[in-house]
């Protein structure tokens, strides 16, 4: 009833709630001009939302560059009972804006350059560049340059740079620009001519990026040889940069919009296709990056209220909004809720990874670093606040190349690693590819037939798979052969990740795994000499003991008690029968010797007359059929498995102990992935491999397998599923794989980025797959040219035959029993002819008239003693043989035999 009542109370309450929350949701938004591209972003991106609650925007233009105008306009919303505004603000307005919103409690969400505020209300969606841009000056060893920037778009990255160029002795020249006119820019770029400036970073908005570029810089001619421009923006694909390919100058540039992503691509073909009626001034061909910013805005919001109302948090306005003028003012109950809603957003929208920290800044983002000379536009690499800078240098228009894959032979890099590639035992008696065997080995040769071209196998020089460096932000292993051109293809056990995938290319997965742990394969547990009785546990057995001894008291005591169980002896024909001769079979041995008959199911040849004696025969055998029966299920299956005590059985084993080291291949994604999770476990198992002394990390597989061999138990290694599997079939078949998999992951096959192989290699995996090829092939060299045999060869022999452990302990109790009943039969022996002894002597001192008197009365009846002595509760007469009469002894006073007359 209590668990009835609380789901209707639980029911109640949040149908309560769920009435309380609004179906529509009034936002503000903010626009400097109505036929803006950012304008038209925000109602596309309103016109996607289909789940409750719905939208319902209040627009207002303003100019936001106007303070008074934009206190009034923000006021008006806030009075119409907006639950948060979107909007944009300049340097002048930005301080009056974030002060309302901090005294109002009213959420201010902007796609505009982010500033440095601790006012959590204000959610600022655009990252910051500061950092990037001191990044890529660094990668182009600049010492001396001009910057000019944009006093509007705010003073914060200009301040990074100048506190930076003071601690490395940069000579930076800062040029505010604080005219729009053509002829302004004109003089300005003459003035830094006459001092041969050639190195310029440019922070300004990219419609006055494209006056600059276009219509000064080109017409001065400062766009040959020698110029390098940095573009502090976000926005490179949004710069016309036609007329500066044909240009010797080189410019550089961040680009925040990934359109080849699948989520950008995705809402790029609905942008398209949208409706150009309502925005005819609007460009619809690709959005630029502030109104790529204005569509995640939208969905922040959205994805905000939908968790406040699958949360059933209340967030209704009553009454009026209030004034935000008013002096104290007065804070919007609701606000704190909406802006931890706001905040707690996470997703992939057009701009990347969308995600706030405390502060209501952009978190865990990418920039694309693009590059653009004479050549074309490539991506020279990408920042993250974790890697900051990671050049790649791959050509992005690669794939316009059409020399014939046919034409050319290309370089296979892959990696010594069994059963992946080895080198053949006769591997000098051949040349180039036919060294080698393996998993790879063969693998690389159907793709070269699927895909029609010429390959040469060539191991990696320093044998590693492929990370960055932190320190020189260079590749090694077979992804650096990969990225600085030195390979076409990479062919071997290369996991796919995300860091990789930035700089190259992979295929489909053509094997799928994951982390797995190795430990040394314990030694079996031997059965013990008792062995038998651990079908049940002890607690049971013990309880059995006492239930026997439970059982034979009671059927003892109802016995007893019981008329019924009390009948007349029958008497051999011929011979008197005494009166009154009641007996009992049940004493308490025989009550013993019932109940254990009954537990062995061997029964016995006494059976309980009464009906309460009965019932207790009658619940003991059920008991004994049910604990039997049981019994004998498990007993097979303790008996025949020899069980293995492994000490580690999971990753949180391994977390929660120190007496067993545990590490992972030196350079590769293992260890990534443990420097990288943000799961309590393996943050716990990282901290313990980075501090661990000696080193708990490999250079090679075969090195960690050689250590876990060697440690006798105190080292387990992490890797791959699929190679730990492969050791575990290799003798001396020492090694095993306990607990699941840590995640799931893929072996790809790798290209550069926009190589002209990416496609048809793709295509030649998925044929593979279908064909069946890739199981084969895994199962030739991992079981079919396994050492130890299939985990289950075998195992049916194994479990059929018990031996002579197994069951020792009950040869033990049968010889036991042996020895206990000839040990018993000896003490019945000799108590029994002491009695005798005994009770002889005792009738030779007796005169022989008192002898035949006392025979004589023996014959005569005799009422048979209340509460009897013997075992069926009687008392015993013994009628002596006739032939006692003459029973030879010895005189009492001579010590002379009588004469045996008798005999």
């Known amino acids: 009833m209590q668990h009835i009542f609380a789901f209707f109370c639980t029911s109640f309450l949040g149908a309560v709630l769920g009435a309380n929350f609004p179906n529509n949701i009034q936002i503000g938004g903010l626009f400097p001009n109505q036929q803006s591209q950012e304008h038209a972003a925000f109602r596309f991106a309103l016109s996607q939302l289909t789940e409750p609650p719905k939208l319902l925007p209040q627009i207002d233009i303003v100019n936001i560059s106007d303070s008074f105008e934009m206190t009034y306009t923000f006021c008006s919303q806030f009075s119409k009972g907006v639950y948060a505004i979107f909007g944009f603000y300049e340097r002048r307005t930005v301080n009056m804006l974030t002060s309302f919103c901090g005294a109002l409690h009213v959420c201010f969400i902007t796609p505009s350059f982010p500033v440095e505020t601790s006012n959590q209300f204000v959610l600022q969606l655009r990252p910051e560049l500061q950092d990037a841009l001191i990044s890529v000056i660094e990668h182009y060893s600049w010492q001396k340059f001009v910057y000019i920037y944009d006093a509007d778009r705010g003073l914060s990255v200009l301040q990074k740079v100048l506190d930076t160029a003071a601690e490395k002795n940069w000579q930076v020249t800062a040029v505010n620009i604080l005219t729009t006119t053509e002829e302004g820019y004109r003089m300005l770029f003459q003035e830094l001519q006459k001092k041969k400036e050639r190195l310029v970073v440019v922070d300004c908005e990219s419609e006055r990026l494209n006056i600059i570029l276009n219509k000064v810089i080109i017409k001065l001619e400062k766009n040959g040889n020698g110029y390098h421009y940095i573009l502090a923006n976000m926005g490179f694909m949004d710069i016309d ?14 680009q925040l919009v990934n359109y080849t992503d699948t989520v950008p691509a995705r809402i790029m073909q609905q942008w398209r296709n949208n409706d150009a009626r309502e925005h005819p001034r609007v460009d619809w061909k690709r959005p630029k990056y502030t109104s790529a910013l204005t569509y995640d805005g939208v969905r922040v919001m959205a994805e905000a209220f939908q968790n406040l109302r699958r949360q059933r948090i ?27 809603a706001l905040q707690q957003v996470r997703f992939e929208g057009l701009s990347g990874n969308v995600q706030f920290n405390e502060k209501g800044r952009r978190t865990n983002y990418t920039l694309h670093v693009i590059e653009m000379k004479h050549d074309g536009i490539r991506k020279i690499g990408y920042w993250n606040e974790d890697e900051k800078l990671v050049p790649t240098a791959v050509d992005t228009q690669s794939g316009n190349e059409s020399m014939s894959l ?8 892959t990696i010594l690693e069994d059963p992946y590639v080895m080198l053949k035992k006769n591997a000098n008696q051949f040349e180039g590819n036919e060294r080698y065997e393996g998993y790879c080995v063969e693998l690389a040769a159907e793709i070269a037939k699927h895909v029609g071209y010429h390959y040469r196998l060539e191991i990696v020089r320093d044998g590693k798979y492929g990370a960055r460096d932190p320190d020189t932000k260079t590749w090694n292993g077979m992804v650096g052969e990969l990225v600085y051109g030195r390979a076409d293809v990479a062919v071997a056990p290369l996991t796919i990740t995300l860091v990789r995938e930035e700089v190259i290319d992979f295929s489909k997965p053509f094997m799928s795994l994951g982390i797995s742990i190795m430990i040394k394969k314990p030694q079996k547990s031997k059965p013990g000499v008792f062995s038998f009785l651990d079908p049940l546990a002890y607690e049971i057995w013990m309880c059995i003991v006492f239930a026997y001894i439970g059982v034979s008291v009671v059927l003892f005591l109802v016995s007893r008690f019981s008329p019924y169980e009390w009948h007349t002896e029958e008497f051999e024909e011929g011979r008197d029968q005494p009166a009154n001769d009641q007996t009992n079979e049940f004493g308490i041995f025989n009550s013993l010797w019932f109940s254990l008959g009954a537990f062995m199911q061997q029964g016995c040849d006494i059976s309980p007359r009464s009906l309460s004696g009965r019932i207790v025969g009658g619940v003991w055998w059920f008991f004994t059929l049910i604990i039997i029966s049981s019994y004998t299920a498990n007993l097979a299956a303790f008996l025949t498995v020899e069980r293995m005590v492994s000490p580690i059985e999971s990753a949180e084993d391994l977390a929660k102990q120190t007496e067993i080291a545990y590490g992972t291949l030196e350079a590769g994604s293992t260890k990534e992935f443990f420097r990288r999770s943000k ?27 050689i250590r876990v061999r060697k440690s006798k138990g105190k080292y387990a290694y992490l890797l791959e599923s699929t190679m730990n599997e492969y050791i575990e079939q290799r003798k001396p078949c020492d090694t095993m794989k ?29 044929k593979l797959s279908e064909q069946g090829v890739l199981d084969k092939l895994k199962s030739k060299w991992w079981y079919d040219k396994g050492e130890c045999g299939s985990k289950d ?9 018990l031996s002579l452990s197994n069951v020792a302990g009950v040869f033990y109790i049968l010889i036991g029993g042996l020895g206990l009943a000839m040990l018993v039969a000896l003490i019945e022996f000799c108590y029994k002819s002491r009695s ?68």
């Open 241 to 254: 940069l036609t007329k500066f390919r044909e240009s010797g100058a080189n410019v550089t540039g961040f």
């Open 314 to 340: 209340d967030i209704s306005r009553r009454g009026n909004a209030g004034d935000c003028l008013a002096n104290p003012a007065v804070p919007w109950g609701q606000g704190i809720d909406i802006q931890r």
């Open 406 to 413: 046919q034409n050319r032979t290309y370089i296979v890099t």
């Open 679 to 705: 799961i309590a476990v393996f943050e716990k198992m990282w901290t313990y491999m980075k501090s661990a002394e000696p080193s708990v990390f490999v250079r090679t597989t075969e090195e960690g397998m």
């Open 738 to 766: 306990v607990g699941g998999n840590l995640d799931s992951k893929g072996y790809g096959i790798a290209t550069p980025k926009g190589s002209a192989l990416r496609g048809p290699v793709n295509l030649a995996v998925l």
């Open 793 to 801: 060869s075998g195992s049916k022999d194994k479990t059929s035959a």
């Open 836 to 903: 005798e002894s005994k009770r002889m002597k005792g009738f030779c001192l007796i005169p022989q008239q008192s002898i035949n008197e006392a025979i004589r009365t023996s014959t005569l009846p005799r009422p048979a003693a209340a509460g009897g002595s013997g075992e069926n509760g009687r008392v015993v007469s013994h009628d002596f043989p006739k032939s006692m009469q003459t029973i030879p002894c010895m005189s009492h006073s001579t010590g002379m035999s009588l004469g045996a007359t008798g005999l």
